[in-house]
């Protein structure tokens, strides 16, 4: 099937710069250097990176390989629908501005470095605590194996089939490289990679939807084009939306936004910020990435213009660009998607294995953990969480890990009463929180289940049928739960379980 | 100042309202640039929302 020669110079190309980034990796554990057998260092690069590092590190982390696949493969196969990510990419950052600043105040405030960590402190509830946690790393889990799998795409598009070596070989290695410098270096690994990665990455791009559209004749021929395949493919497909792809497409793009920073790699990001302003602008500038996710998004417009003809969708983008550059760019594109798997694959661990460490196995296996304890047990686990991941590539069908990432979304929106809610107001109670959070995770995992795994549930009202998320349906279960369900916890027990912030613990501390 | 400032915020919807209801935008006319409207709407309110964040964040300290 791997249909891709072997080309050595996209190769060299491609290994130059991957060991370049190995090299950064190791380096990285003595830029800012501090104590990296305290958690906060290891996990958060001691909360001291600043605006710019920031907006690197949230951005190599948020705009996966796998977006930078799945997006263009969604467009080239059903075209407008796959554009949700844009108006996804848009409501999310206001969201962060009114929230995450508030999140970062309290979480300094009192030490803390999971956003279970917050929920604990704020409820007093381990129990809530704790389903916080396992909804982060059960969604972490398959996120982290489609990076895995956005690597493989690339590998195959390289073709390094030809090479002999067996289709494991160069993701076990890929993966050695990534576990080991996460361990030695924790956050500021990934921290120093994304100024690379992401500068490879606006090249590749900006040279992609420069150079192809003139090769093809403008964008215009190429939406025209784009039609035309699309005419001939029938179904729910073209430039625009079809009048049933409404409330799909801005249910899909609302519930995203919603879940983005619920989850634990968005949080660990943004924790590892120096400070509330920081954070703010960044969600002021980070909307650039935007831009670029929705320029990745349209090359699957070009891919079918360029009579790309691939049966799987996610091969769509790499043999754009094989076809359009001379290999050594080939190459040079090649290692910024592969970079680019790298960056919130180690971040993604790095957050699964705080939580792990902070919330569970600190929570209920060894309440007297030192701090060197605790930052090894979260090195280990983050090693542990991405051989899960990679076993689940290597044996695993892929379906397996994009089912899974599904479902990982619609479970993150279910701790937004507890984490959102709970940074405005504790009205509602922790173990109201906690029957929501039960009623949610249930009725969304049973209708995408029902739906085939798919996001979408059609819920019908006065005759008509529309497609909601069903990430949002199950969180309005989740609502009406903890609000009912309130003041009948108030009524068996009149006083709530202890809080342990206060009102200016969210505000921005007054320089002194 | 600040008492008269705190409506600001409140123009982060804007965006929303923009975009929650597609069939506003769903078009092909007008093109700009060779892209049709659907998109060139969906890429300027990215730079929109941007703009009314760094004005909310600037009224912030003022």
Known sequence: MSGAKLDWTALGVFVFFFALVTVLGFVAARWRRGDLSQLHEWGLGGRRFGAFVTWFLLGGDLYTAYTLIAVPALVYAVGAYGFFAMPYTVFVYPIVFLTMPRLWNVCRKHGWITSADFVEGRYGSRGLALAVAITGVLATMPYIALQLVGLEVVFEAMGFGALGIGKETPLLIAFVILALYTYSSGLRAPALIAFIKDAMLYITVIAAVVIIPIKLGGYGAVFAAAEKAFAAKGGDTGVILKPDQYWPFATLALGSAFALFLYPHATTATLSANGPDTIRRNAVWLPAYSILLGLIALLGYMALAAHIDVKNGSMAVPALINASFPPWFAGFCFAAIALGALVPAAIMSIGAANLFTRNIWRAYVNDRLTDAQESRIAKNVSLLVKFGALLAVLYLPTKFAIDLQLLGGIWMLQIFPAVICGLFTRWLRAPALLLGWIAGMALGSALAYHQGLKPVYAVGFGGQHYGIYIGLLALVANFIVAIVATPVAAMLRREPLPDRTQIHDYEDAVPD | ?62
Request: glycine share 4%; charged share 15%.
């Open chain 2, 1 to 62: 100042m600040r008492r008269s400032r705190r409506w600001l915020p409140l123009i982060l919807l804007i965006p929303f309202v923009a975009l929650l209801w597609p069939p506003f935008y769903n078009r092909i006319d007008p093109t700009i640039a060779g892209l049709p409207f659907f998109y060139a709407w969906q890429f300027a309110w990215i730079a929109i929302t941007a703009v009314l964040t760094w004005i909310v964040f600037r009224g912030r300290r003022a």
